[in-house]
């Protein structure tokens, strides 16, 4: 009985019209498949996210991380991913424990996100169990669903720093 207020574009493929469709279906925001965003959505429905909980081998990590104009719009996100290349892509929990730390100490917003059946299929379950116990005791985060960032942002970007919001 509750409402479905966001919306997740089929293999994360959107554009502008079917942005507009999604809105007029009366969803509050959509979530798209850009990977390795670490600040608030500049818009509601295209709200990028940090990781996919899959398996990402070191050259493919290396690929997403040289597109700036897709991927990284962050410039110090960039520099940190350069600087722990070797480090980063040894397993899943070590690049989404970096990842997540990044953020924690510059501030933003962590997406993760996982399709069931693929993590049952990639025997992943630990691993997540593993990083959400990882991060289930950290002071001044703030835990939120998609659609209460997109409400907490008012179709502002959003930036969480710690417990302040602005």
């Given at each position: 009985g509750a409402r479905t207020k966001m919306f997740a574009y089929p293999k994360g493929s959107y554009n502008?019209?079917?942005?507009?469709?999604?809105r007029e279906c009366g969803f509050i925001g959509a979530r798209t498949a850009d990977f390795?965003?670490?600040?608030?959505?500049?818009?509601?429905?295209r709200m990028g996210v940090t990781l996919q909980v899959r398996p990402y081998g070191k050259?493919?990590?290396m690929q997403l991380a040289k597109?700036?104009?897709?991927?990284?719009?962050?410039?110090s996100l960039r520099s940190f991913l350069f600087a722990q290349?070797?480090?980063?892509a040894s397993s899943w929990e070590t690049l989404v424990a970096m990842l997540f730390n990044y953020v924690h100490r510059n501030g933003g917003v962590f997406h993760v996100y996982g399709h069931s059946w693929e993590i049952e299929r990639l025997k992943m379950w630990r691993s997540l169990d593993?990083?959400?116990?990882h991060i289930s005791k950290r002071k001044n985060v703030l835990y939120?669903?998609?659609s209460e960032v997109i409400e907490r942002a008012g179709g502002h970007p959003l930036i969480i720093r710690g417990d302040a919001m602005r």
């Open positions: 502008a019209k079917i942005m507009e469709l999604v390795l965003n670490v600040t608030g959505p500049d818009c509601p429905f050259m493919e990590f597109d700036p104009g897709r991927l990284i719009r962050e410039n290349w070797g480090v980063i593993a990083f959400f116990h939120l669903s998609n």
